[in-house]
């Protein structure tokens, strides 16, 4: 299942239990918005919405959430994101989510939304997402078409109409990037004013590029270990105009790509750059792979609020540890 058709089945049904996989944090987070919606009105939120994260949940805590009962509300909804992120407790957590979803399929009172940037479909709590339970698909789109879908869509939502063309040149100034093409439309929306339509010419005045180019100095400036480098080209980066959560979202599917070749796995490349990420992924043992897929994940956390540093200077710090 798909987000659209997420939106379409909620209008007529709440299943006991969705999890939420891909790398595209956008899609993860609209996924996560639409449920809470349909099970839980704002009001009621304070005593039925449980937020666990995997850093820090235990099998127990989990589980006590999901027994408990609704308070002044028909549901209770329990968020649990990333529940691999702490390697010595993924494999319990793993048995309780199973537990949990074959419980939660009896009952229904809660509902438990489990959101990962990366699963492994063979585990067995992966499986246990099946029906009635689901998995949603939010894998970020990469074929143009689908890009150029995405912006024809979000441009509805805004208001905006695209005249011919509008739309290609946006995914290929913008990149595959959801949250930063969601951005450029909203700017252009600002400046399109009542008429809402926006042509090739006006596009090329207020959108950033932010094409792969770029954003892969950034990467491989990290991958190699070149720090002054990775500083300048987030420097420049930022300063044209990418969001943070955008540039935070290339740096960790890179990652993520070092992390297969890494183990052995395949990714899907020209020859000349999987020898790339290869030369890169041999600079990290699994110890600091690990850090750091750790450090992307609080610094993403940071990004949404939970820290105290400006995004930037997140950004920054991050950049340095990856890169040292």
Known sequence: MNLEALRGELRQRVRPAYLLAGDEPLLRDEARAVIRDAVLPESARDFNLDRLDG????????LDALRTLPVLSARRLVELREPEA?????????????????????????????????????????????????RVECDAPTRTAELMAFAQEEAKRQGLTLETGVAELLVERVGPHL?????????????????????RAQLCELTSDLGEDPVWTLTDAVG??????????????LQ????????????????????????GGGVSAPPFVRKKLEHQAGRYSERRMSDSLRAIHETDEALKGA???????ALERLVLALAS
């Open 55 to 62: 850093e820090s949940a235990s099998p127990g805590k989990l």
């Open 179 to 199: 949250l930063a093409l969601r951005q450029e439309l909203a700017k252009a929306a600002l400046a399109a004013g009542d008429g809402g339509r926006i042509s």
């Open 240 to 263: 044209g105009g990418a969001p943070a959560p955008v540039l935070l979202g290339a740096l960790a599917s890179h990652f993520r790509r070092l992390v297969r070749v890494r183990s």
């Open 224 to 237: 190699e270990g070149r720090a002054g480098d990775a500083l300048s080209a987030l420097g420049g980066l």
């Open 86 to 134: 702490r390697r010595a407790s993924a494999r319990g957590l793993g048995v309780a989510i199973a537990e949990a979803v074959s419980e939660l399929s009896e009952q229904g009172s809660t509902v438990l939304v489990v959101s990962a940037s990366r699963i492994d479909r063979r585990s067995a709590w992966v499986k246990a997402f099946r029906e009635p339970a689901v």
């Open 307 to 313: 820290g105290a540093l400006p995004p930037d200077l």
